[in-house]
């Protein structure tokens, strides 16, 4: 019990991004099953069977992660609260959490029944699905427009699953259209809802904001404003991939057309993911508009941007805590951060002390200095001028070696602490996974590079890399209280991630989309720079 | 796509994923104010309690302990019928010292989130 309560944050967020995501995905299915592919000439029925299939499977995976989430978190209460079963079930999230799964299970059935009089019934479910979930929202702890915000939750989350999740199963009804007339017709079909479900997203998305951070201070102040601005520009991109979408569309017929909207649809639905993600971390973060005091000045902010040399001496690892880790547990064991709020199993947050950040700013400048390198490589490599240019992923085995000595001081090699006892602190071992991670990304990338690799499939694995550890940094730090360092760390984190977001989804559209497609040019270009640009923003990253 | 590519993908994208999640947590209950309010010197020995959140809070399945000086807990009883944001209770006959009050609370939306307020008790 007491590691379940070690690692309930990390849990807890774990189901609440796969329940959003598999709920966008059961409802966006049915949608588009009764609004899009809703012909009744036989020829569809192989795209309603490939639709059913999973929709029946992303709805029996959003019972098993609610059904995951009530069970952690009742344990938690029991265990933390001292109550019974009978008291932790009449809970707000346990109700919101069986209706879930009832409906779940509902529309799994009826989706593997298969028969089409079904389809429309299988809307009343996912009504109860969006209902499950606006009922652990925001808006239902609000003390004030409870309701109407209520709403407005429903239609922003639902218009979501409805473009993201229904651009999903147009991805699979595309290859199995019968003929093409047919598959112009989905596809003129699915950019009408589309075009709606973007109307309604956004409408709903700026009041939201407008209620939960409430005034331009609070944008650039809050962590929850950091985080709303960075789920606006990813939305701003994936607007314009679906700007880009709509245009092919209107387009007249062809294979290359076709080909390029499954390529954008792809780019789409990973962008989509990683806001539907942002989406689950922002839950973890109380409204700009609550947190009034300690926000983070322009001054504030234009002080510790201005750009400064690098530090590429580091301090002394004597100068550092012995066990950083340890050292937090201590310092709230003392009660010096007593007052802040957090969950079960979160470590109290310690200031770090000047040699600390010292240590952090040589990490991020000596990355920067690498990444800067890999990117002017990567930019020369595309220029086909320069064919040694295209060792440049053998860089990231230097950025591997450099994240072993450095990200855990205490620890083996550099620290007391031997190798065998890192592995057993989850954080050290996330790290020595992700060196470890670096070094593959580094292998497969080189060998695609110079050619020792034909398989596409194989070629996509450093963009869906680059873009998936691109979103984990928008969900690196999350203060409950307005403290201001991580404030200012998340401000120089997000156009870290966003620019990551981009330069995985560039390069995976330069791999993906038809040669015809003259956005192919561009993207070959975007991701060399995005690179340059992560680069030189290591490089100013400061901590003091 | 050869077996072996397949399963580094598959590990590759479920680790990434996995680190993504693995700093957050999901909570948004935080206290805004309280009586006694954080390192406080109140004169004893009854204290009235009131802890004022951002959000609703289920303070039926919300807790109050207080952490006497010699590191003993006492459960203290929340006050029902009390406003929807906050949880009000009393501790009475409290010696001079240091205490701590530890809360738990469950937000409405399903969140739970702690903390503790230190504060002094001194004399009448």
């Keep these: 019990m007491a590691r379940l309560l070690q690692i309930f944050g990390f849990l807890s967020v774990l189901f609440r991004g796969g329940t959003l995501s598999f709920e966008s995905l059961t409802i966006g299915g049915i949608v588009f099953l009764n609004f899009v592919a809703c012909s009744r000439n036989p020829q569809s029925e192989v795209i309603n069977q490939a639709c059913l299939r999973w929709i029946r499977r992303a709805a029996l995976a959003l019972a098993v992660t609610q059904l995951a989430y009530i069970l952690a978190s009742t344990l938690i209460l029991m265990q933390s609260a001292s109550m019974t079963l009978a008291d932790v079930s009449g809970a707000n999230f346990v109700l919101a959490g069986v209706l879930a799964i009832a409906s779940a299970l509902t529309i799994a059935a009826l989706a593997g029944a298969g028969s089409s009089k079904g389809y429309p019934v299988m809307l009343v479910p996912a009504l109860l699905i969006l209902l499950s979930s606006v009922m652990t929202s925001h808006a239902m702890a609000r003390l004030e427009y409870r309701f109407p915000l209520a709403v407005v939750t429903a239609l922003h989350q639902g218009a979501t699953a409805t473009w993201l999740g229904g651009l999903f199963y147009l991805l699979i009804a595309i290859p199995r259209s019968p003929e093409s007339r047919f598959t112009r017709q989905l596809i003129a079909r699915f950019s009408k809802l589309a075009l709606l479900s973007v109307a309604v997203l956004a409408a709903a998305g700026f009041t939201l904001g407008f209620a939960y951070v409430g005034s331009l201070d609070a944008i650039y102040g809050t962590s929850y404003g950091i985080m709303v601005a960075t789920k606006t520009v990813l939305f701003g991109t994936l607007l314009l991939l679906g700007a880009l979408n709509f245009q092919i569309a209107r387009s007249p017929s062809g294979g290359a057309v076709i080909a390029s909207l499954k390529r954008f649809g792809e780019a789409e639905i990973g962008i989509g993911i990683t806001v539907i993600l942002t989406a689950a971390s922002l839950t973890s973060l109380p409204p700009a508009v609550d947190l009034r005091t300690d926000r983070v000045s322009t001054q504030e902010i234009v002080a510790r941007l201005a750009p400064q040399p690098p530090r590429l001496a580091s301090p002394s690892i004597q100068d550092l805590p012995e066990d950083i880790y340890a050292a937090e547990v201590i310092a709230f064991d003392a009660g010096t951060l007593s007052s802040a709020s957090f969950v079960p199993g979160q470590a109290g947050t310690r200031p770090n002390t000047p040699a600390e950040k010292s240590w952090s700013e040589y990490n991020h400048h000596w990355a920067g200095l690498i990444v800067l390198s890999i990117g002017l490589l990567a930019f020369l490599a595309q220029t086909k001028h320069f064919p040694r240019a295209r060792n440049w992923p053998l860089l990231f085995l230097g950025l591997s070696v450099f994240l072993f000595f450095r990200s855990d001081p205490e620890t083996w090699p550099l620290g007391p602490n031997g190798f065998w006892v890192t592995l057993q602190d989850p954080e050290v071992l996330l790290h020595r996974i992700f060196a470890l991670l670096v070094i593959a990304l580094a292998v497969f990338e080189w060998r695609v590079q110079t050619g020792r690799v034909a398989t596409e499939r194989a070629r996509l694995i450093f963009p869906a890399l680059v873009a998936g550890a691109s979103a984990l940094l928008l969900a690196h730090s999350h203060s409950l209280g307005n403290i201001k360092e991580e404030v200012l760390a998340e401000l120089s984190h997000a156009p870290l991630a966003v620019l990551g977001v981009l330069a995985g989804w560039s390069r995976w559209l330069e791999l993906r989309l038809p040669a015809e497609n003259k956005v192919r040019d561009s993207m070959a270009w975007l991701w060399p720079s995005c690179l340059l640009l992560i680069g030189l923003l290591l490089l100013n990253y400061r901590e003091m | ?124």
Aim: net charge positive.
């Design chain 2, 1 to 124: 796509m050869r077996p072996i590519h397949r399963v580094v993908l598959v590990v590759c994208l479920f680790a990434v994923v996995a680190m993504f999640l693995a700093h957050s947590a999901m909570a948004h209950a935080i206290l805004l104010e309280s009586s006694p309010s954080i390192n406080s010197i109140v004169a004893g020995p009854n204290i009235p309690i009131r802890l004022r959140f951002n959000v609703r809070i289920d303070a039926t399945r919300s807790r109050l302990t207080l952490v006497k000086p010699d590191a003993s807990t006492q459960s203290l009883a929340i006050t029902k019928d009390g406003p929807l944001d906050a949880l009000a209770s009393q501790a009475q006959g409290l010696p001079p010292g240091e205490y701590r009050i530890r809360w738990q609370v469950l937000a409405s939306d399903g969140h739970i989130t702690r903390g503790e307020i230190p504060f002094q008790v001194t004399q009448p």
